[in-house]
């Protein structure tokens, strides 16, 4: 009995001791580390800015809206621990969906702290419609948002990380990157180019010794749903309960730095039915096809009768 004890004792100290060395390993990781958040005013960005500040990472949080920004970098200021030591954010404020503006926003980027070492490409817009209903100009402003904006800032920061043969680009993608379901047509497409895009990325950095993060999450409680766009360009509005019953946006935080952490290439963030589609999509792709026609009977939208 003494010895089962003593086992049981000696293997959860065993168990505290590894936890506590991940958790040094984390913070040695990322303290003064220069990471870049895009999306960081709301949901799963500003969740992001508090665990990579908490590590000690010197912040620049990006979005279009400066006040709210500034109401993120205050409340993380006023937040800190003090067992790390955290830095005051940067904010740098521009709509990524206008690829124009992308390469000024980030020469201000670099000029906050002169490099970046992490880009953490996280802002994105969903959508709601009917393909029949959804006027090309909606199509193309998802694809702005998501796509182009994430491409032409990660294009612009890749020179700089190039040259100091040092960098992690990490992107939020979605299931929907891996499968399609209807009336998501927009949101989907932009995930599954942005899978495509940092694969391809990935593959030729590779020689610099550069690292890419594709994150995949399913539904995350957070506005995405109510900020979607629809195909008339209106607002959705509608808080969904699929996102109402999603994932912490702080454990999918986590686990975001976990990968920049670990230097995961591809980190899926599902359960077991999507990740079972995923699987059925490749595996079976006239059963998935079937399933989603008869997904898409059951949800049909009033305009397409
Ligand atoms: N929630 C989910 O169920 C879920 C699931 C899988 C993946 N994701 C992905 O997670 C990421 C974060 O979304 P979230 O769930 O946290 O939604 P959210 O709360 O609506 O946050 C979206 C963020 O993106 C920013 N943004 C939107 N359009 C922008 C633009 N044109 N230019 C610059 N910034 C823009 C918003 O900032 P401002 O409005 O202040 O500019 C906001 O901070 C997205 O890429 C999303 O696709 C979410």
Known sequence: M???LGLAAGT????ILLKLIRRLRRQQNLQDKVVVITGASSGLGKECARVFHAAGARLILCGRDQKRLQEVSDELRSNSNGKTQTHT???VTFDLSNTSLVSSAAEEILRCHGHVDVLI??????????ILDTHISIQRNVMETNYFGPVA??????????ER????????SSVQGKISIPYRSAYSASKHATQAYFDCLRAEV???GLEVSVISPGYIRTNLSVNAVTGDGARYGVMDKTTATGSDPAEVANTVLKAVCQKQKDVTLAGMLPTAAIYLRTLCPELFFRLMA???LKEQRPKQE
């Open 153 to 162: 800032l990660t294009q612009a920061i890749l020179p700089s990380m190039v």
């Open 206 to 208: 590779d020689r610099f």
């Open 121 to 130: 490409n996280n802002a994105g817009i969903s959508y709601r419609g009917h």
């Open 165 to 172: 043969r040092k960098g992690h680009i990490a992107v939020i």
């Open 294 to 296: 008869s997904r898409a």
């Open 12 to 15: 959860l100290g065993l168990l």
């Open 89 to 91: 954010p940067c904010t």
């Open 2 to 4: 003494e010895r089962v």
